[in-house]
């Protein structure tokens, strides 16, 4: 199936550093959403963003829908050891099914 | 928080057998429920939604005949690998949608191997 590209694939950080990725797509999608996944779990939800342009943040993370519906961005400050993990942004259109990114690896270097 | 619960977190079976993994939303009614496989280091595939009451619908290059999917009721959907095989070994997730939602919430995920 469709999947949105995202990048960086990989980054490693050192604690404290700032963080961020972005996803885009061909095609426009209603709602992005970004969600973080730990080895051998689900996916948990950071942000959800509902409308064209839209900044919202939770936390040290920060997320924006792309004016052009195409693209979203997650900004993560001040790094910490629990940020490590697999972020993945996803998108919808109406209700139906997500498509998802191809994932960003987190590292944080000691 | 709305919760989904997988069942069982790992399992592990003999190539020819089936494998029944449930996923339930606790705290909500879903009348719609989303099957995920995840190979390593790669992302979350889509493989069916699971419609309360309806048949499932599978995405292209899916086996019906093999993913069994059975939503019998607003809390609870199956999926059953059947005549498993080492190739279907696979990190599989399910999400459930809050009626008239958006698909938010993920189960925690089960680890199938098969020998």
């Known amino acids: 199936g469709q999947q949105l590209n995202q990048s960086p694939q990989s980054m490693f950080i050192q604690e404290g550093e700032d963080v961020s990725m972005n996803c885009t797509s061909s095609?426009?999608?209603?709602?992005w959403l970004w969600y973080k996944q730990d080895p051998g779990e689900g996916p948990v939800l950071l942000i959800a963003l509902y409308k064209a342009g839209e900044l919202t943040s939770n936390g040290r993370l920060t997320a924006q829908f792309g004016i052009t519906r195409k693209d979203s961005f997650l900004n993560i400050s001040a790094s910490i050891p629990s940020d490590v993990g697999i972020y993945f942004c996803a998108g919808l259109v109406g209700n139906e099914k997500l498509t998802f990114g191809t994932g960003t690896r987190l590292t944080i270097i000691p | 928080g709305a919760v989904v619960s997988q069942h069982p977190s790992r399992v592990i079976c003999k190539s020819g057998t089936s494998v029944k993994i449930e996923c339930r939303s606790l705290?909500?009614?879903?009348?719609?429920m989303f099957w995920y496989r995840q190979f390593p280091k790669q992302s979350l595939m889509l493989m069916a939604t699971s419609n309360e009451g309806s048949k499932a619908t599978y995405e292209q290059g899916v086996e019906k005949d093999k993913f069994l999917i059975n939503h019998a009721s607003l809390t609870l959907s199956t999926l059953t690998v059947t005549s498993a095989h080492p190739e279907d070994s696979s990190f599989y997730i399910c999400s459930a949608r809050v009626t008239g939602g958006v698909p938010l919430h993920f189960g925690n995920g089960t680890r199938l191997t098969v020998t």
């Open positions: 705290d909500f009614q879903a009348t719609t």
């Open positions: 095609s426009i999608f209603n709602t």
